[in-house]
């Protein structure tokens, strides 16, 4: 990465903690207050008020700050166009936050032409902090981070969400130390950058969900590729976030595990 580019990047990066930091702390007025909240698509679906509020004062900063630069939010919507965009999460795990669980956060995550650039994390709650910008590494809470070095799956700590297949979720989870699911992707994406998870692998989640922790990983030394190995684009359907030494491993076993027949539904 050229040095102006690097300077910028960093400068990026920098006003993007303190907008999260901002966004943290009106989040924290709010936990455990019993927010309005409503549902969307599904009666899980919920968005709160301060899903809006806390978007809404990410969107005013960052335009502010960069007004060339495009937003696209959870619930604000936008148009990503042709150059660079932040992707925005103003809350990742509402239900979480809604039902005063700690683990959500703030996710912010710049790309252009399809790699990203600069990601921030921020779970005011858990007091964790993660930002990384391209070719410069990951902290948490302004350490450097690495991946995890396990090698062999029966060791690995895991996250996912039994969305996709329940059979395969529950295989791995009897082949491993365990499989986690704690309610909030970017974060949970964010600790296999951290060592804390080996592999984290999800369907379905949003470019916003995904923008800033993917780049995490990889700045920490880990691998992430669709469930079919493919490399990885924002808006992919899929997502496998890995240690690296796992990756392949996980694959395999993923494959194997989604060829296993459905359970059978509940009638
Ligand atoms: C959700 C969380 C959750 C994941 C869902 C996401 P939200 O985001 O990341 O962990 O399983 O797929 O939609 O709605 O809390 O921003
Ligand atoms: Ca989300
Ligand atoms: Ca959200």
């Known amino acids: 990465v050229h040095r102006d ?14 907008v999260a ?26 968005v709160t008020e301060f899903d809006e509020r806390s978007e809404a004062l990410v969107r005013e900063r960052l335009h502010d700050a960069f007004p060339d630069i495009a937003i696209v939010g959870e619930e604000g919507g936008g148009q990503r166009g042709e150059g660079a965009a932040f992707y925005v999460d103003p809350i990742d795990g509402t239900s979480n936050f809604a039902h005063g669980h700690p683990f959500f956060c703030v996710s912010i995550g710049l790309w252009e032409h399809g790699q990203p650039l600069v990601g921030v994390v921020h779970a005011p709650e858990m007091k964790l902090t ?23 799956l029966e060791r690995a700590l895991l996250g996912s969400a039994p969305h996709d297949h329940p059979r395969a979720y529950l295989a791995l989870d009897r082949s491993t130390h365990g499989i986690r699911r704690c309610g909030a992707a970017a974060l949970e994406i964010s600790l296999v950058a951290d060592g804390g998870y080996d592999g984290f692998w999800d369907v379905g989640l949003a470019p916003w969900d995904l923008a ?6 990889t700045e920490a030394g880990g691998e992430v590729t669709d469930l ?28 194997h595990a989604r060829a296993l027949p459905p359970i059978d539904p509940v009638t």
């Open 5 to 18: 580019v690097r300077r910028e990047l960093d400068s990026i990066r920098g006003r993007a903690v303190e």
């Open 130 to 152: 993660f930002a990384a910008a391209r070719g410069a590494g990951v902290t948490r809470n302004g350490e450097p981070c690495r991946v995890s070095s396990t090698d062999a």
């Open 228 to 255: 079919e190995g493919r490399a990885f684009t924002v808006d992919a359907p899929s997502v496998l976030a890995s240690n690296g030494r796992l990756h392949g491993l996980l694959l395999t076993a993923l494959a």
């Open 212 to 217: 800033a922790a993917t780049l995490f990983v």
């Open 21 to 46: 930091h901002e966004a943290g702390a009106l989040l924290s007025s709010g936990f455990r207050s019993t927010p309005r909240s409503r549902t969307k698509r599904t009666a899980a679906d919920l």
